[in-house]
């Protein structure tokens, strides 16, 4: 039985080796910020969690980044400030928080990953940054139509 229990014991922490959990997520976050400077947000939606893809639609998501791009600017540059691990019920969660700058100001980013190894993905991007917010872009009025009244 402790042999078993021994196995099991190594087992657990090999698959959840916080170097490695490290490693996986410093290289999602590189990946996010390439994707973020080209504007490529597919690529963000579809390496992101299935539950990151329940939790807002793809014209919200898509609206949400393309106003961050906006406002903030190209990624440059960011350091770790912080990260915690945790496995609860057979669930890992990573957490980093990183001290960033972009084109047009400083940003607090965390970044929340699921899972481990090649099943890692982006749960949440926490960003807090002091550029200003980028108002939506308003459609404008088809042709012919403006300031016109219905009926007339």
Known sequence: ??????????????????????????TLIEEFHADFNE???????NGASQEFRESLTRAE???????????????????????????????????????????NGTADEVFTFIGTGDDMALLNWNIDS?????????AEPAPGTAGEKPGV
């Open 61 to 103: 998501f898509d609206d949400f980044m393309s106003r961050m791009r906006t406002s903030v600017g190209e990624y440059q540059d960011g350091s770790q400030v912080g990260f915690n691990i945790n496995t609860n019920n057979g669930t890992t969660l990573t957490e980093i928080t990183l001290d960033t700058t972009y084109e």
């Open 39 to 45: 504007s490529d947000f597919n690529a963000i939606w």
């Open 1 to 26: 039985m402790r042999k078993i229990l021994a196995v099991t014991a190594v087992a657990l922490l090999a698959a959840c080796n916080p170097m490695e959990q490290m490693d996986g997520a410093e």
């Open 130 to 138: 002091t550029a200003p917010w980028a108002e939506p872009e308003v």
